[in-house]
C-alpha cells in the first residue's frame, strides 16, 4: 500500500474543533493558522513516537507501552499534560474492560440460546417417529 | 488528588468519549517512524490524547501571546511567534517560520553576496 503524503494528516474538521474548544468563544483562526496547527500536531506524534521509542529500545523492548509515551512526554517538557493523560488513560482502560465483558457476555448468551434450541428440536422428532408407528398397527389388525 | 475525586474524575470522562482525534491515522503516523514495531493499545491511545492536548496548548498560547486579541483572530504569525520564543515549541520552529517580505529577503541575499565577493 503506497503513503500518500495526505495520510499522515490529522483530518481538518476535527482539528478545527479542538482548536475551536480551546480558543474563548468568537475567536476566529485563519486558514493558515489552522493547517500549520495541523502539521504541527503530526510533528508532534513523530516527535512523540520517537522519544518514547527510545525509552523503549533502552529497556530492550520491542514493544512501545503506555509508560514509553508518559515518559517521552515528560521529556519533552509537556509535564502538565501528564496527570489530565493518567485520567484519561483510567477512563479508557475501564471502558475497554466493560466492552470486553459486554462481548463476552453476548457470546455465553448465544451459546446458550443454541444449546435451548437444539434440544427443543430433537423433542420434536421423536414426537413424528411415536405418530408413523401407531398408524401401521391399525392396519395390522384390520 | 484523593481517591474519591481520581473516581469522580474517571466517571466523568468515561461517560464522555475518550478522544476526538482518529486513533488509526495516529497510528499511521506512528508507524512511519523508523525503527518502531509494534504499539500497545494504551501507548497509542496516550500518544492520541497527548496530540488533542498539544493542539488545544498550541492554539491558546499562541492566541494569548499574540496580537490576535486585538483582531480576535489567531493568525498563521502568532503561531510562528510562539514557535520560536517558547522553549517548549522550539521543536516546530522549522515548519513554522516567520515570514518575511520578499524584498527584505533578497536584500539580505544581496549583502551576502557581496560579503562574498569581498573575501
Known sequence: MAERPEDLNLPNAVITRIIKEALPDGVNVSKEARRAISQAASIFVLYATSCANNFAMKAKRKTLNAGDVMSAVEEMEFERFLQPLREALEAYKKGQKGKKEATEQKRKDKEKQNTDENDKSRDEEEDEQEGENEGEEEDVEN | ?119
Open chain 2, 1 to 119: 488528588m484523593s481517591e474519591k475525586n481520581m473516581e469522580e474524575k474517571v466517571e466523568q470522562a468515561t461517560n464522555s468519549k475518550n478522544v476526538s482525534l482518529p486513533m488509526s491515522r495516529v497510528r499511521l503516523i506512528m508507524k512511519s517512524s523508523p525503527d518502531v514495531s509494534c504499539i500497545n493499545q494504551d501507548a497509542l491511545f496516550l500518544t492520541t490524547k497527548a496530540t488533542e492536548l498539544f493542539v488545544k496548548h498550541l492554539a491558546l498560547s499562541s492566541y494569548k501571546n499574540g496580537s490576535g486579541k486585538e483582531t480576535n483572530t489567531l493568525s498563521y504569525s502568532d503561531l510562528a511567534n510562539a514557535a520560536e520564543e517558547t522553549e517548549t515549541f522550539q521543536f516546530l520552529t522549522d515548519i513554522l517560520p516567520k515570514k518575511i517580505l520578499a524584498r527584505d529577503y533578497l536584500k539580505s541575499l544581496e549583502e551576502m553576496k557581496k560579503d562574498d565577493d569581498n573575501l
